[in-house]
């Protein structure tokens, strides 16, 4: 099983990154996917999941109108469209998958400048 995320980097204030969690080693599109992230210091905090077939999302208060979840089956690929970053963004991302099991990525990280 692998979750491998990507996308993460260096933007301002303001800016927008999308990041990807590509799976594999599992049945993807039965399992529901989520986004979290872990700045120094403070606990894992959820942002944002997305049921198996893509049709229900959830989001985390600290997030909800400026990030978007998506998956593509098809391509058994997760993405975290991220908008109006703020420094306070700044963190590593994990994608997670929950179904059978629980599986995590190693995380990218995210660091927005002021």
């Known amino acids: 099983v692998q979750l491998v995320e990507s996308g993460g980097g260096l933007v301002q204030t303001g800016g927008s990154l999308r990041l990807s969690c590509a799976a594999s080693g599992f049945t993807f599109s039965t399992y529901t996917m989520s986004w979290y992230r872990q700045a120094p210091g403070k606990e894992r905090e959820f942002l944002a999941a997305?049921?198996?077939?893509?049709?229900?999302?959830y989001y985390g208060t600290s997030v909800k109108g400026r990030f978007t979840i998506s998956r593509d089956n098809a391509r058994t690929t997760l993405y975290l469209q991220m908008n109006s970053l703020k420094p306070e963004d700044t963190a590593v991302y994990y994608c997670?998958?929950?179904?059978?099991?629980?599986?995590w990525g190693q995380g990218t990280q995210v660091t927005v400048s002021s």
């Open positions: 997670m998958a929950r179904g059978g099991s629980v599986y």
């Open positions: 997305i049921s198996s077939a893509g049709d229900s999302t």
